[in-house]
Structure formats: structure tokens, C-alpha cells
């Protein structure tokens, strides 16, 4: 019966959990659901909309702050484990009307066991040095998580500016060609209305045909450039795939020459970077786990009260513990064959490799200020150049087609400024991406 009765409580206890388990996914998989139906048909999205929208949505960045409170949990623990600590308990016996047989002076005498109930409180505390160091490593701990958890974020908010702006410079480019295919194909027209009235030969028809397809290629292939950067997007805003997004800002707004001058103009103030600082926290707590190895050897102080109160149901019982009892000990560690030695050393020689790579980084950085500005000094001057090319070969394309249409130019030069602008387009979008990275990187370096 024993047997079967703890069956039944194990299976009923397992289905009990397995019923949770599929609760707990049941309900996981609705709320998800919930934020996936929550998601507008259409969002328009400015770049900081963008960058808020992702940052509240992202996994990653949630993990991160859930991180955050773990470590606040793990400190109190650490806190709590050096408080006073107070436990109860309560147990019944039954000796089933048991009497115990003693032989007193050649006598046999019964002794009956009652029934006893016994209450018992203890309560204790006990203080060491390794334990108020451990909640200064915590504190380490959690100041290292919220750096980890700015690094995720400005990481993020970085990656959501660089596909926000190539998306807006790809429509860009694309509306670009659509305006010089519509030139192109009228044209087209013309010269193929000349040929069927004898005043032109067909092989001028068929190349200005190669150059329309040349320009239908081309912005076939930005518009796959453009779903392909805006997926991109939507995977880092977390949002369904059938989600429009219209994006609101100007291309011309986000490029800022200003914001680019200004970063260019900030002093480096190392203190500000995320890896300084996450450096050293991380030699801070090297220097922290020195102290805790040292306190290896240090004495541990406990106190402790215990309170205990039998009741006899029955005749019969004697009372043998007494009711209230404290103690106080003190334990000193004597002799570990070298262990906690060994131990000391190790964490002394992980403190000086810290601050080695500390004073290495503090140096590689203020290196690493210098040719992120230039990057981003160069990235900025080939952006105007590229800008300024793409305008002129804009010019130069529409002259050609004004003077084709009016016979005063020839098929090669239409040709020569179809493909000039092509490339310039390409040029352009390339050097638009190059600028905005270079701008992220440096604004992360700079903490801004």
C-alpha cells in the first residue's frame, strides 16, 4: 500500500508539472503572439522612432537588463547569507503505547513512553571577511552588467541608423533612374519613330534599347537592394514581415555635415568609453578577488540561539534538553598544506595581468580616437565628392538625352553619360553607407 501510495503521489506530481510546463508555453507562446498582433499594418518611423522602437522591442537588449537584476538578486543573496538566520520546525512522535523495561536492584520497572511533541526555534549568524568582500564584487558585478547592457544598446541603435539611412539613400537612387528611364524611353520612341520613317538607321533605335535595359537592370536590382535593406530593418525592430514601414526622415537630414563637424570637434575623454570603463571594472574586481583570497585566512565569528519545547501527551517523560541554549564559536583556519597560499598568489598574478592590459588599452585607445576621426573625416570627404559627382553626372545625363532628342549629340555620348550615371549611383550609395558607419563607430568610441 506504501508502495502504490507513493506511485500515486509521484504521478500525479508529474502530470501536475508537465500540465504547468505546457501552461507556461501556452502562455509564452500567446504573449508573443499578443505583441506580433499588437504591431501596426503600418509604422512610420523617424530615426529616433526607429532606434526607440528597436530598443524596447530587442531580445538581446531584454536578456541584457534581466542580467541587470540578476545581479542584484545574487548581491542580496550574498547580503543575506551574513544576516540572521531563524529557522523552525516541529515534529510529533507516537511510540504506539511502547514501555521501555528497566532492572532496577534485581526489579524489572515499566516505564511508559508517551506520546511527545517537540517545537524548536534556532536562530544564528555568523560574519567573515570573505563574506562583506563578496558583496563588493557583487557590486562589480552589477556595474559590469549595466555597461554590457549600454554596449548592447548603443550596438543596436547604431546598426538601426546604418539600414534606416541605406534604405532612404537607396530609394533615393531609385527614384533617380525611374526619372532618367522615363528620358530614355521617350528617347527610345522618338528615334524608333524615326526609323519607321526612314530618317534614321535601326542600329541607333537598338543601342538606345541596350540603354534602357542597362537603366531597367539597374533599378531591378536597387529595388532588391531596397527589400533587402528594409527586411533587414524590420528584423531589427522585431516586427512581422508583411509590416510597411515608411520611413519620414530625409536623406538630406540624416547626412548632417553639422553632426559630423561636431564629433569631429569633441575632445576624447576616455572615462566615456564603454570598454574603459568595462576594463576597469574588470581590474577592480581582480583587485577585489586579492582581498577575498586573503581572507581565506581570516576567522569566521558565528552566533547562535536555540530554543526547544517538548510536550508528553501521557503519563510518563522526563525533560532532558534543556529549552534555551546560545552558542558562540569562533573558527580559525590553521593549516591548509598550502592551499589557500597557492590560491593568494594566483589571484595577485590575475590582478597585475589586469592592470597590464589596462595600461595597454588606455594607450591603443587614445590610437584607435585618432583613426576613427580619420576615417570619419575621409568617409565625410568622399561623401561630398560622390554627392557632387552624382549631381554632375545627373546634368551631364539629361544634356545628352536634350541634345540626342534634337540631333545634336550622338549615340555613343548618350551611351558614355547613361553609364557615367550608373556608376555614379553606385559610387554614391557606397560612400553614403561608408560615412554612416564611420559616424556610428565613432559615436560609440565617444559613448555619445
Request: hydrophobic share 40%; glycine share 6%; aromatic share 6%.
Amino acid at each position: 500500500m506504501k508502495k502504490l501510495l507513493i506511485t500515486g503521489i509521484f504521478g500525479l506530481l508529474l502530470v501536475t508539472s508537465v500540465q504547468a510546463g505546457d501552461h507556461v508555453m501556452a502562455a509564452t507562446k500567446s504573449a508573443e503572439q499578443k505583441s506580433k498582433d499588437s504591431t501596426p499594418a503600418v509604422l512610420e518611423l523617424s530615426l529616433k522612432d526607429a532606434q526607440d522602437y528597436a530598443v524596447a522591442q530587442n531580445r538581446s537588449l531584454k536578456n541584457a537588463s534581466l542580467a541587470v537584476q540578476e545581479a542584484y538578486a545574487q548581491r542580496w543573496q550574498t547580503i543575506a547569507a551574513m544576516l540572521p538566520q531563524v529557522d523552525g520546525s516541529y515534529s510529533y512522535s507516537n511510540y504506539l503505547g511502547y514501555s521501555a523495561t528497566l532492572a532496577m536492584m534485581g526489579n524489572d520497572v515499566k516505564i511508559n513512553m508517551p506520546n511527545v511533541g517537540a517545537l524548536g526555534v534556532t536562530a544564528s549568524i555568523g560574519l567573515n571577511g570573505q563574506g562583506i568582500v563578496g558583496v563588493l564584487l557583487n557590486n562589480l558585478a552589477i556595474d559590469m552588467k549595466k555597461i554590457a547592457l549600454e554596449q548592447s544598446e548603443s550596438q543596436l541603435r547604431g546598426s538601426v541608423m546604418s539600414s534606416y539611412v541605406s534604405v532612404l539613400a537607396l530609394q533615393s537612387i531609385s527614384a533617380l533612374l525611374d526619372s532618367s528611364l522615363v528620358n530614355i524611353q521617350g528617347l527610345e520612341q522618338i528615334t524608333q519613330n524615326a526609323v519607321n520613317a526612314g530618317a534614321a538607321e535601326q542600329t541607333a533605335a537598338d543601342q538606345i534599347r541596350v540603354r534602357v535595359n542597362t537603366l531597367k537592370n539597374s533599378i531591378n536590382s536597387q529595388k532588391r537592394n531596397i527589400e533587402l535593406a528594409t527586411n533587414s530593418l524590420k528584423v531589427q525592430l522585431d516586427v512581422p514581415v508583411e509590416t510597411q514601414l515608411v520611413l519620414t526622415e530625409q536623406l538630406e537630414n540624416v547626412l548632417s555635415p553639422e553632426r559630423v563637424l561636431t564629433l569631429l570637434g569633441e575632445n576624447f575623454a576616455i572615462e566615456n568609453n564603454l570598454n574603459y570603463q568595462l576594463l576597469q571594472k574588470q581590474t577592480e574586481l581582480a583587485k577585489r578577488n586579492v582581498a577575498m583570497a586573503g581572507w581565506a585566512y581570516g576567522p569566521t565569528v558565528s552566533l547562535g540561539y536555540n530554543y526547544s519545547n517538548q510536550q508528553y501527551y501521557g503519563e510518563g517523560g522526563m525533560r532532558m534538553t534543556p529549552p534555551n541554549t546560545v552558542q558562540v564559536s569562533v573558527r580559525m583556519p590553521l593549516w591548509s598544506s598550502g592551499k589557500r597560499a597557492a590560491a593568494l598568489v594566483e589571484k595577485k598574478i590575475a590582478y597585475e595581468e589586469a592592470k597590464n592590459t589596462l595600461s595597454e588599452t588606455t594607450a591603443n585607445l587614445e590610437i584607435q580616437y585618432s583613426q576613427l576621426c580619420f576615417n570619419l573625416t575621409n568617409a565625410y570627404e568622399t561623401y561630398m565628392n560622390e554627392k557632387d559627382n552624382i549631381e554632375v553626372a545627373q546634368r551631364v545625363f539629361a544634356s545628352a538625352t536634350n541634345k540626342f532628342k534634337y540631333g545634336a549629340s550622338s549615340n555613343m555620348e548618350l551611351t558614355n553619360a547613361s553609364n557615367d550615371l550608373i556608376n555614379a549611383q553606385s559610387s554614391y550609395v557606397q560612400a553614403i553607407l561608408s560615412l554612416v558607419n564611420a559616424q556610428v563607430e565613432l559615436e560609440k568610441f565617444l559613448n555619445n
